[in-house]
């Protein structure tokens, strides 16, 4: 080989070496940028998470901040330091505070590293405090749902529970035996159905009954703190005198509220209501508990208030439809004495228009939820119900009260929560089909003031938008 050819050759497999030289370059420095940012947004992520858990530490102590402990409106930024105390990135948080009647907070947090600004992730969670309306029914007494009652949620008794109707969700009680009261014999499981064949008694196994338990039943569970809610009534009492609708006694009978679609209610004082003549019904207490027709008088129409809450201290009669509002309807008076507690009464539909969670009504009773002896065939309830002390039910009417002591259906869409035993069929008087159905937007958005079963945020959702 001559010089010439050897110099060729060299220059050859220098320029390979250097173009392979280059590429090797190159391909370390794609790996290097590729590890680099892949790094960035893995701790780019964990720096959104510290910032969703700094704001649910921070709402655990400051409930109800949702400007990050400032005068503005955000986004709020921090620093994220590493465990020398070095700041390597930061967060930035957007705080959508819960609408009016909602316990649920949105919380936007946005991570990025000093070393790579312009790479980010975002983790978005919802925060929420459940509501007491967890329940299709909750009750602090016992109670017997008879064979032609469907329950679509969660029913729980503190007592004991047996039931022949059909339940499409799980039903509990904080006990694992009981006394039932409506015959005698031995004690029964806590949840338990005399439907065909009846269960047998414990300590023998607890039967599978899906026929009538579609979900199970549960027993012993923890039971439900009822005496809670008994202070609520005086604070949405002060919330409806200082900017809702506050009623006083009317001097008659109570009052009606007429609810209406265009945000505001018609307001009646009652004079007068059926009498029983000849008529008869059971238990303390018991009435027609319905306005006879021209015994009452029109008193105003008012607006729903802003902050959704109506107070009456005096028993109040209520039906109507709203259409797109959230209101509390509260009937007691204080200080609480057994003898003079307030009691809501219905015999006419209350109705949503919309099913989605924007309508929302609450109605909390000092001492009784009754249905009157004149009440609508086909009667349906959208609402958030609770007896504080007293019992959800209709009295027990004889055939003297005929035609209406008989009812056909009774729908119910919302909760039912009910210190004392309740009842609507009693065979043959009263509702002979009763459909109760759970409102689960009741939970996390419930009516405005309503009772809360906790005072901690917990999580709802979490998801990973950017």
């Known amino acids: ?10 220059l050859v497999l220098a320029s390979l070496g250097i173009v392979m030289l280059t590429g090797l370059v190159s391909w370390a420095g794609t790996n290097a940028r590729v590890l680099r940012t892949a790094t960035s947004r893995e701790l780019s992520f964990h720096i959104a998470e510290a910032g969703i858990d700094y704001y649910r530490w921070h709402l655990a102590h400051a409930p109800t901040d949702y400007r990050d402990g400032t005068a503005t409106s955000g986004p709020y930024i921090h620093e994220f330091r590493n465990k020398e105390g070095d700041v390597i990135g930061h967060f930035s948080l957007t705080i959508t505070p819960p609408t009016v009647g909602s316990t649920i907070v949105r919380v936007r947090s ?3 590293t000093l070393a790579e600004p312009t790479i980010s992730r975002t983790v978005e969670v919802l925060f929420a405090i459940p509501s007491f309306a967890k329940y299709a ?49 031995a004690k029964e499981f806590g949840v338990h159905t005399h439907s065909t064949p009846v269960d047998p008694l ?8 899906s026929d009538v338990f579609k979900a199970g039943r549960q027993f012993p569970v923890p039971a439900v703190d009822f005496t809670g809610i008994v202070s609520d009534l005086s604070l949405i009492k002060s919330a409806a005198q200082s900017a809702g609708r506050y009623f006083a006694a009317s001097g008659v009978l109570g009052y009606h509220i007429v609810l209406k679609t265009n ?6 004082k009652v004079n007068t209501m059926y009498s029983k003549n000849g008529c008869s019904c059971t238990g303390t207490g018991c009435g027609t508990l319905s306005i006879k027709s021209g015994g009452e008088t029109f008193v105003a129409n008012y607006a729903f208030p802003t902050n959704g809450l109506i107070f009456v201290e005096d028993h109040v009669w209520i039906n109507g439809t709203i259409d797109g509002a959230r209101l509390t309807i509260g009937a007691a008076r204080f200080p609480d004495n057994p003898s003079t507690r ?15 969670g924007s309508d929302v009504i609450g109605l909390i009773a000092q001492g009784d939820f009754n249905v009157g002896l004149v009440s609508e065939d086909d009667l349906r309830i959208d609402a958030a119900i609770i007896a504080q002390n007293g019992r959800i039910g209709r009295y027990s009417y004889s055939t003297g009260c005929s035609p209406n002591h008989a009812r ?12 004392q035993r309740s009842g609507f069929w009693y065979d043959p008087d009263g509702y002979a089909t009763r459909n109760y159905i759970y409102d689960a937007n009741l939970l996390y958005a419930p009516p ?12 709802i959702s979490w998801e990973e938008i950017e």
């Not at 945000?263 to 009646?268: C, K």
């Open 448 to 459: 405005p003031s309503f009772p809360l079963t906790a005072d901690q945020y917990v999580t």
């Open 342 to 356: 307030k009691n809501i009464n219905v015999t006419n539909d209350i109705r949503y228009t919309r099913y989605d």
């Open 137 to 185: 029914w909750v009750l602090n007494s016992f109670v017997n749902f008879g064979s032609t009652a469907n329950v679509y949620g969660p029913i729980h008794s503190n007592t004991g529970l047996r039931f022949d109707g059909v339940a499409y969700n799980l039903v509990t009680s904080a006990t694992s035996t009981f006394d039932d009261p409506d015959h005698t014999g």
């Open 408 to 419: 056909t259906l009774l729908t119910t869409y919302g909760m039912l929560g009910t210190n």
């Open 263 to 268: 945000d505001t209610f018609d307001l009646y």
């Open 1 to 10: 080989m001559s010089k010439g050819e050897m110099l060729v050759t060299v």
């Open 202 to 209: 414990p300590p023998s196994a607890v039967p599978n009954r």
């Open 110 to 112: 946005t991570g990025s």
